[in-house]
């Protein structure tokens, strides 16, 4: 049993995923942050970022 993988919401399938974002700086800098996410196969929305220090 792997509850981790299993949608909390609907039951599906969760998946690997990778989600972005872009901090923009007053200074016009830009830095792109890049988290391992878990997303559900189904419609339901379900979305869950993994953040880890690097
Ligand atoms: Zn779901």
């Known amino acids: ?11 599906g ?3 690997d995923d990778i989600w ?6 007053a200074d016009g800098s830009y ?3 890049s988290y391992l ?3 559900c196969l ?3 929305g379900y979305f869950t970022p993994l953040i ?3």
């Not at 049993?1 to 039951?11: Q, R, S």
């Not at 972005?20 to 700086?25: D, G, H, L, P, V």
Request: charged fraction near 30%; hydrophobic fraction near 20%; proline fraction near 3%.
């Open 1 to 11: 049993m792997n509850e981790e993988h299993t949608c909390p919401n609907c039951g």
């Open 42 to 44: 189904l419609k339901c």
């Open 13 to 15: 399938t969760l998946i």
């Open 20 to 25: 972005e974002t872009i901090n923009t700086s």
């Open 52 to 54: 880890k220090e690097e």
């Open 37 to 39: 996410a878990k997303k």
């Open 31 to 33: 830095t792109i942050h």
